[in-house]
């Protein structure tokens, strides 16, 4: 049988050479070719490029032209009459936006349905001027999709429950978190980007690159307990820009990373590779900060972590066990070790049967940033109590998000010294095109 040949056909390529050339090139590269000669410049027209275009950049598709009754070109520069400023970001995040929705529908329906409708460039111009104070242009785009949601429960942006403790976060829209703007020293120019009825804690967004914070920056705020001055606000830092921060949100949410419990997103993380089978039973874990709950002086961390026993359902019905004990080996980052051991677990002794699933929750606190657990459970068969045997737990690591000190009152450097020891730069971009300045690209 003769191989299929991958190599395009003749009568696939462009009557005009220099349109495949064109075809390859991205937004810029294609409209400073139209400025070079009158020939680029008819040739950087051709209907078919600006198809890809269309698509790359607001994801357009050929229902969208056809509704619309212009051509590629056409449509791509009609919808860069409205979204232009956001060309280098949209596509992800409407991308990103979609694949939430669509995951919500089918497995969080009172979520989707507090989701708002998008703001207009106009109300965003106006909050801008209401705060005296410039949006950063991906969260701007953000709000053009969804201008967050209803303030009601539960929160888009994840929650958490231990048995005395509740947190769901909404993802706040852009007039009710510019009434929230900080004026006060130590959280100048932050505007709040997530609430929680329950704890009153938000994530927020700085607007300006001022008191130790990069414009653009995510953080929790965690006061200084141990400062005379109240502005010596500690950070813990959740993201280094609104799209970085949302499409990573996103992405745990739609892949299962965080489970779906009672119609709500739990932020728990599971660590890839931090299960264990023993015989016929698996465990498996996964672990959640709690910012709410911490602090970096005096340093105290606050860590739950959900458990999930699972019995095989082809094994056999002898099989059946109940625990009877845990054990732990805690250690911490600065190389303590303690063991721990005690009945059941949080006063429960689960039976396990072939198929059964048994998943319960704890809490922990550690003095040092990160650190990890391991140990194993013991067990004994129904059919003879004498037969006991141990089910190993994985190792699983807890650590909180990189942190940072407020700045003293010495002179800055151009750089900041993250908790995990990393630095973080600011970035200057730009573009020398005088096309994409005048397009704003």
Same mark, same amino acid.
């Given at each position: 049988?003769?191989?299929?040949?991958?190599?395009?056909?003749?009568?696939?390529?462009?009557?005009?050479?220099?349109?495949?050339?064109?075809?390859?090139?991205?937004?810029?590269?294609?409209?400073?070719?139209?400025?070079?000669?009158?020939?680029?410049?008819?040739?950087?027209?051709?209907?078919?490029?600006?198809?890809?275009?269309?698509?790359?950049?607001?994801?357009?598709?050929?229902? $969208?032209?056809?509704?619309?009754?212009?051509?590629?070109?056409?449509?791509?520069?009609?919808?860069? *009459?409205?979204?232009?400023?956001?060309?280098?970001? =949209?596509?992800?995040?409407?991308?990103?936006?979609?694949?939430?929705?669509?995951? /919500?529908?089918?497995?969080?329906?009172?979520? +989707?349905?507090?989701?708002?409708?998008?703001?207009?460039?106009?109300?965003?111009?106006?909050?801008?001027?209401? +705060?005296?104070?410039?949006?950063?242009? $991906?969260?701007?785009?953000?709000?053009?999709?969804?201008?967050?949601?209803?303030?009601?429960?539960?929160?888009?942006?994840?929650?958490?429950? /231990?048995?005395? %403790?509740?947190?769901?976060?909404?993802?706040?829209?852009?007039?009710?978190?510019?009434?929230?703007?900080?004026?006060?020293?130590?959280?100048?120019?932050?505007?709040?980007?997530?609430?929680?009825?329950?704890?009153?804690?938000?994530?927020?967004?700085?607007?300006?690159?001022?008191?130790?914070?990069?414009?653009?920056?995510?953080?929790?705020?965690?006061?200084?307990?141990?400062?005379?001055?109240?502005?010596?606000?500690?950070?813990?830092?959740?993201?280094?820009? #609104?799209?970085?921060?949302?499409?990573? =949100?996103?992405?745990?949410?739609?892949?299962?990373? #965080?489970?779906?419990?009672?119609?709500? +997103? #739990?932020?728990?993380?599971?660590?890839?590779?931090?299960?264990?089978?023993?015989?016929?039973?698996?465990?498996?874990?996964?672990?959640?900060?709690?910012?709410?709950?911490?602090?970096?002086?005096?340093?105290?961390?606050?860590?739950?972590?959900?458990?999930? +026993?699972?019995?095989?359902?082809?094994? *056999?019905?002898?099989?059946?066990?109940?625990?009877?004990?845990? @054990?732990?080996?805690?250690?911490?980052?600065?190389?303590?070790?303690?063991?721990?051991?005690?009945?059941?677990?949080?006063?429960?002794?689960?039976?396990?049967?072939?198929?059964?699933? %048994?998943? =319960?929750?704890?809490?922990?606190?550690?003095?040092?940033?990160?650190?990890?657990?391991?140990?194993? @459970?013991?067990?004994?068969? /129904?059919?003879?109590?004498?037969?006991?045997?141990?089910?190993?737990?994985?190792?699983?690591?807890?650590?909180?998000?990189?942190?940072?000190?407020?700045?003293?009152?010495?002179?800055?450097?151009? *750089?900041?010294?993250?908790?995990?020891?990393?630095?973080?730069?600011?970035?200057?971009?730009?573009?020398?095109?005088?096309?994409?300045?005048?397009?704003?690209?």
């Amino acid at each position: 049988m003769a191989a299929v040949s991958s190599e395009p056909k003749l009568q696939d390529l462009p009557s005009d050479p220099l349109l495949h050339i064109l075809s390859f090139l991205s937004l810029r590269d294609l409209i400073n070719c139209s400025v070079v000669c009158r020939r680029l410049n008819e040739l950087s027209k051709h209907n078919p490029l600006w198809k890809r275009l269309c698509y790359r950049h607001w994801l357009l598709k050929e229902a $969208d032209r056809a509704h619309s009754a212009l051509s590629w070109y056409g449509l791509f520069v009609h919808t860069f *009459s409205d979204l232009g400023r956001y060309v280098d970001v =949209y596509s992800s995040l409407k991308r990103h936006w979609d694949q939430l929705t669509e995951f /919500l529908q089918q497995r969080c329906p009172r979520i +989707i349905a507090s989701l708002k409708e998008g703001a207009t460039e106009a109300e965003l111009d106006a909050v801008e001027s209401q +705060i005296g104070l410039e949006l950063p242009d $991906d969260y701007r785009c953000s709000c053009r999709i969804h201008n967050g949601q209803k303030l009601v429960i539960p929160g888009l942006m994840g929650s958490m429950s /231990l048995s005395n %403790h509740y947190r769901s976060e909404v993802l706040l829209d852009v007039e009710t978190a510019a009434g929230g703007v900080q004026t006060r020293p130590g959280m100048k120019h932050c505007l709040p980007l997530t609430f929680c009825f329950h704890t009153g804690l938000s994530q927020y967004l700085a607007l300006r690159g001022e008191e130790g914070r990069a414009r653009g920056e995510l953080f929790y705020p965690c006061p200084n307990q141990r400062a005379s001055d109240p502005s010596a606000i500690d950070m813990f830092i959740t993201g280094s820009s #609104f799209s970085s921060w949302f499409t990573s =949100y996103v992405e745990n949410v739609v892949s299962g990373e #965080f489970p779906i419990l009672r119609d709500q +997103i #739990f932020r728990y993380v599971h660590e890839k590779g931090c299960v264990a089978t023993t015989d016929d039973i698996t465990v498996s874990v996964s672990t959640s900060f709690l910012p709410e709950l911490s602090s970096v002086h005096p340093p105290h961390y606050f860590y739950t972590y959900r458990i999930r +026993i699972e019995m095989s359902p082809d094994a *056999s019905p002898s099989a059946a066990c109940q625990l009877d004990s845990r @054990y732990w080996k805690i250690t911490t980052s600065d190389g303590n070790v303690e063991e721990v051991q005690g009945p059941g677990v949080v006063g429960e002794f689960p039976v396990m049967t072939p198929g059964k699933v %048994h998943e =319960y929750a704890s809490c922990t606190t550690f003095s040092t940033p990160s650190e990890f657990m391991e140990g194993h @459970y013991t067990f004994h068969r /129904l059919v003879n109590k004498e037969e006991v045997f141990q089910v190993a737990i994985p190792r699983f690591h807890m650590e909180c998000p990189p942190f940072r000190r407020p700045p003293t009152k010495q002179k800055q450097s151009g *750089s900041r010294r993250l908790g995990d020891g990393s630095r973080d730069e600011e970035d200057v971009s730009g573009s020398s095109s005088p096309w994409c300045h005048q397009h704003k690209i």
